[in-house]
């Protein structure tokens, strides 16, 4: 089955500093979601990558997938305390008799971020 | 538009009582998940649905969990006989096509 790998595990910066956060697929990927969420609430989208090397930005987040590593990474330029949380990262399921399942996400086990002001 | 509702978002039951768990998807979506997070465990996949069809359940425990998606009406997760095993939270996302699963707040679930 497949398994997503985040690291760090746990993040603690100083508000302004630049961070990564990394995540790789034991498996092919074919798409790699990234969503934040706060203790205790749900899942906010942050942005969707669907093909080897595309790159999307958000404000200050910005996210590349590079197929061929199997890895995404998230980067926060200029972190502020609203930054702060969970960042997960999801993949559609790959492998098994049916193939990829688009509608089946595998998650990683999530990075926790600190921002200290 | 309003976005992936859910109720209630947190739910107490005595061990052998049953959950129900509801989920209004997004405007126009039609596609439906469920997942669980449980504690000091990620994030996993339970089901997917589509409206009155089930179209994989493989995250799904074989016994005492079931779910549906009417015509009309919200999703519900149904869990018969808790335990405390199944103390969760449990969230449901839709989306309009296979992509961008937009995520409800969760429904945290207590079984005492």
């Known amino acids: 089955s497949q398994e997503l790998e985040q690291s760090p595990q746990s993040l603690i910066v100083q508000e302004g500093k630049n961070l990564t956060i990394n995540c790789t697929s034991s498996k092919t990927l074919y798409g790699l979601y990234w969503y934040k969420q706060k203790y205790g609430e749900g899942l906010i989208f942050l942005m969707m990558l669907q093909k080897g090397g595309e790159e999307k930005s958000h404000e200050k987040i910005t996210a590349k997938l590079d197929e061929k590593k199997q890895q995404s990474s998230l980067h926060i330029t200029a972190s502020q305390p609203s930054h702060a949380g969970i960042y997960l990262c999801g993949a559609p399921t790959s492998g098994g008799a049916g193939g990829t399942s688009y509608g089946k996400l595998t998650f990683g086990q999530g990075t926790i971020l600190t921002v200290h002001p | 538009n309003a976005g992936v509702m859910q109720n209630p978002r947190h739910l107490v039951r005595r061990r052998g009582q049953e959950a129900r768990l509801r989920c209004s998807p997004m405007?126009?979506?039609?596609?439906v998940y469920w997942y669980r997070q449980l504690p000091e465990e990620g994030l996993k996949f339970m089901v997917y649905?589509?409206?009155?069809?089930?179209?994989?359940e493989s995250g799904m425990p074989k016994e005492r969990f079931s779910a549906e998606f009417p015509k009309e009406g919200p999703s519900i997760l149904r869990i018969q006989q808790v335990v405390r095993g199944d103390s969760a939270a449990y969230f449901c996302?839709?989306?309009?096509?296979?992509?961008?699963?937009?995520f409800g707040p969760g429904t945290r679930l207590t079984v005492t």
């Open positions: 405007k126009g979506h039609s596609h």
């Open positions: 649905l589509q409206k009155e069809n089930i179209i994989d």
């Open positions: 996302a839709s989306s309009l096509t296979l992509y961008e699963q937009y």
